[in-house]
C-alpha cells in the first residue's frame, strides 16, 4: 500500500540547535510538501518540491530549508530552532496528474524546541 | 493570493441532528479544485471529498458538498450526525491546472458530537 512515513514522529530540542525532519514516500508521487499545524492557524505550507533536486518556498519558508535528494525522500531543516517552531509538521504527497491534486499525509511529527 | 474561510472554529452538536460547516473562498483562477479533509485525534488530514464542478453535489461517507462558483462556497453537509464524526476538519482549494499542486488549507472547523 501507499504511503507517507515521517521520522521522528517526536523531537525535543534546543534553541539554537540544528533539526531536520525526514519524509519518504512510496507513491511515486512527483511533489511533495511540508505543512506546520497550529491550532487557530490551520494547516500551513512551508516548503513544497516538484521532484528530485527542487525546492520552492511555501507560504511560511522563513526558518526553514529544505532538501529532495530523490523522487520518495523530502527533508526539512530548521538551521537554527526556536521556539516560535514548536508545532506539528505534517509531510504530504500527491500527482496532479494522478489524482486530482489530492494530497496523502504522513503521520506528522511533534517538535518541541525549548 | 488564494484564501478559504471557515467561519466557525468549533461546532457542538447533538447526536442526530444535521451538520453544516461553511467555506467560502477567494480565487483569481477560474476553474478551482475544493476539497475537505477530515482529521481524527492523533490522526493526520484524510480527504473526505472533492469537486471542480460547478453546481454538482459530491458525497462520500454520508457527507455531501456542492461546489458553488458563483457565491464561491463549498459548504459541508450531513444529515444526522454520529459521534464518530467528531474531529476537525479543513476545507482546501488548489488553483487548478494554472498552478499545478498546491492546496491553500482553512484554519479548520473543529466538529464535536455529543451523545
Known amino acids: 500500500e501507499a504511503a507517507v512515513t515521517q521520522s521522528p514522529r517526536n523531537k525535543v530540542a534546543v534553541t539554537g540547535g540544528k533539526v531536520t525532519l525526514s519524509c519518504n514516500q512510496t507513491n511515486n508521487h512527483n511533489n511533495m510538501y511540508w505543512y506546520r499545524q497550529d491550532t487557530g492557524h490551520g494547516l500551513r505550507l512551508i516548503h513544497y518540491s516538484y521532484g528530485a533536486g527542487s525546492t520552492e518556498k511555501g507560504d511560511i519558508p522563513d526558518g526553514y530549508k529544505a532538501s529532495r535528494p530523490s523522487q520518495e525522500n523530502f527533508s526539512l531543516i530548521l538551521e537554527l530552532a526556536t521556539p516560535s517552531q514548536t508545532s506539528v509538521y505534517f509531510c504530504a504527497s500527491g500527482d496532479p496528474g494522478q489524482d486530482s491534486y489530492e494530497q496523502y499525509f504522513g503521520p506528522g511529527t511533534r517538535l518541541t524546541v525549548l | 493570493g488564494d484564501s478559504v474561510t471557515q467561519t466557525e472554529g468549533l461546532v457542538t452538536l447533538t447526536e442526530g441532528l444535521p451538520v453544516m460547516l461553511n467555506c467560502t473562498y477567494q480565487t483569481i483562477y477560474s476553474n478551482p479544485f475544493l476539497f475537505w479533509y477530515v482529521q481524527h485525534l492523533n490522526e493526520s488530514p484524510r480527504l473526505l471529498l472533492k469537486?471542480?464542478?460547478?453546481?454538482k453535489r459530491t458525497e462520500h461517507q454520508g457527507f455531501h458538498a456542492t461546489l458553488h462558483k458563483s457565491s464561491s462556497s463549498f459548504h459541508l453537509q450531513k444529515s444526522s450526525a454520529q459521534l464518530s464524526d467528531s474531529a476537525l476538519y479543513y476545507c482546501?482549494?488548489?488553483?487548478?491546472?494554472?498552478?499545478?499542486?498546491?492546496?491553500?488549507f482553512g484554519r479548520g472547523t473543529r466538529l464535536q458530537v455529543y451523545a
Open positions: 469537486s471542480f464542478t460547478d453546481n
Open positions: 482546501a482549494l488548489s488553483p487548478g491546472t494554472q498552478v499545478v499542486g498546491q492546496l491553500t
